[in-house]
């Protein structure tokens, strides 16, 4: 499997607490990595790393490197905004920007002005929509507030919005906790027909879910990776004694 | 033992009880006898005349005449005043989001902005008319917005910047993982989002505005005429109502109410207005 992300000796701290303990990994190309662990173990501090939102908190520190495509995300001449493009960020809660669905999927598009206005625009929208899963559910009601959806709905939107810049990298920080079954199943087949074309890293505490999707697993605990495999391996012939015992339900 | 101690709290809940309904209906009291008093002296003086013309020759001697000028000098007052204020205090409140939070800058503005809140407007009175004396202006319509704006805008900008930094910040990070900036994420998403509250801070600067007797009366003066110019003398409501009051005519003095009672159905129209529009643009707010 093909590297893309790459992360080299990573350390955060929130003021005086260390969440990140010298982290070394690689992430592999279109595929599905799940990041997973007990609550507190540092999974959303690492998943936060990858498109720098870390730095967005008032006392956190970060030492060490992220590189996508071989490049250090965190070097000095790097454009932040630019590099966010390349990561989506699907988040626990769904937040709709305060604009109608079609707007929400346009805004993307609008402030990186990746097409022209009109029926170029018009069908992009309804292309993203579509890989959402999204698209039948809204098309009469383009214009309508983006807050008319139900919870399921809005974190589909919420994936085409993210779809809609071109991502290399999809984030999803537990993106269907707050979502019934239904929709939680409906976001997860989406993710799995999406990997054949983007590098797709969740993070959840489901092991469940966890076993459905991965294809590459990570565990986590106390800040640091215990083990990290594919998928089969680590769910079927765990190396370590506290997988084991996570994978066994002990905590 | 068990019971005494729930029925103490039921008590003690039922003395906050009391205590908070005797508040507000104090405060209610209060609020209905200022309006009963402004209703039931001024609506007996309050005829089409009244608004729809100009004190003529003998007004202040109970003679005919209306308050069109005061009404129109003040709707241009205040509304010019609000308007430049906007100009300010929105980037100012934008900028105060966008690019600190909470570092030393800040703080030092939203400090002075506190301070300039509670100035009585007479010194910004004083201070205008020192300036127009220093520029040789007389007293104006334009003097007057100014000054009006410079007292509006800290009221403008600080309630804006309470309500602004109530945004929900997994909004802000909503926009920002698409790779938005930090402006564009305040004019496209944080704008749109806290538009309501907007609204209502821009009200509150008008409202102040329009009842300030004290900043316009040496910068825009008074005349019997309707502001044709913005180089002229302007009236103004409070004004109006104050110069009313202090003849020793009862008619002329029961005008001054039906002025107060002008003033308060003005504030109260775009008030209501400015909620109706408030609430067409939050169709769209993410709760």
């Not at chain 1, 018009?122 to 309508?144: Q, S, Y």
Request: charged share 20%.
């Amino acid at each position: 499997m093909e590297t893309h992300i790459e992360i080299r000796n990573l350390n955060a701290y929130y003021g005086d607490n260390q969440a990140l303990k010298e982290i070394n990994l690689e992430i592999p190309r279109q595929q599905v990595t799940v990041i997973m662990g007990p609550s507190g173990c540092g999974k959303t501090t690492l998943l936060m790393s990858l498109n720098r939102f870390l730095e967005l908190g008032d006392s956190t520190r970060l030492s060490g490197q992220v590189l996508i495509d071989g490049e250090d995300i965190y070097a000095l001449d790097v454009d932040v905004t630019e590099m966010r493009k390349k990561t989506g960020l699907l988040a626990q809660r769904p937040y709709p920007l305060p604009m109608s669905i079609y707007d929400n999927v346009a805004y993307g598009l609008r402030i990186h002005d990746l097409c022209k206005k009109g029926h170029e625009m018009d069908a992009k929208v309804k292309h993203f929509l579509e890989e959402a899963g999204l698209w039948n559910e809204v098309k009469d009601r383009l214009h309508k507030p983006a807050v008319g959806l139900s919870i399921g709905q809005q974190q589909r939107l919420c994936l085409a919005r993210g779809l809609a810049v071109r991502p290399e990298i999809i984030l999803g920080d537990e993106p269907t906790s707050a979502l019934d079954p239904i929709s939680a199943q409906h976001i997860e087949k989406r993710l799995l027909d999406l990997k054949k074309e983007y590098t797709i890293v969740l993070v959840t505490h489901i092991l469940r879910q966890a076993k459905r999707l991965a294809d590459y697993v990570v565990f986590m605990y106390l800040g640091e990776v215990v083990e990290c495999g594919l998928a089969h391996e680590v769910f079927e012939h765990p190396r370590q004694e506290r997988t084991r015992a996570y994978l066994e339900g002990q905590f | 033992m068990k019971t005494r101690r729930i029925a103490k709290r039921h008590v003690e809940e039922g003395i906050f009880k009391v205590l908070m309904i005797g508040s507000f209906a104090l405060i209610s009291a209060s609020l209905g006898f200022i309006l009963l008093t402004v209703i039931v002296r001024g609506l007996p003086a309050l005829n089409l005349a009244m608004l729809t013309q100009t004190p003529k020759g003998g007004y202040y001697l109970g003679k005919e005449g209306g308050i069109l000028n005061a009404i129109i000098g003040s709707l241009y007052l205040a509304g010019g005043g609000t308007l430049l204020a906007l100009l300010f205090s929105l980037p100012l409140a934008l900028f105060l989001k966008v690019y600190t939070t909470h570092s030393l800058w800040s703080d030092t503005v939203r400090l002075a902005l506190d301070v300039l809140w509670g100035i009585p407007s007479i010194v910004f009175g004083a201070f205008g008319f020192t300036i127009m004396l220093a520029l040789n202006m007389r007293a104006s319509l334009l003097a007057g917005i100014i000054v009006l704006a410079l007292l509006e805008l800290p009221i403008m900008t600080r309630a804006m910047d309470e309500v602004i930094r109530m945004t929900p910040f997994d909004l802000e990070q909503a926009s920002l993982a698409l790779g938005a900036t930090r402006l564009e994420t305040a004019i496209h998403v944080v704008l749109r989002q806290m538009l309501p509250g907007i609204v209502t801070a821009i009200l509150l600067a008008f409202g102040r505005g329009i009842g300030d007797a004290a900043s316009v009366l040496f910068t825009a003066g008074y005349t019997d005429r309707i502001p044709t110019s913005l180089m002229r003398p302007a009236a103004s409501l409070p004004l109006a109502i104050f110069f009313q009051l202090s003849t020793p005519f009862p008619e002329v003095q029961r005008r001054a109410y039906a002025a107060a009672l002008v003033l308060t159905l003005i504030v109260l129209t775009i008030s209501l207005g400015s909620r109706w529009i408030s609430g067409r643009l939050s169709k769209y707010v993410v709760k």
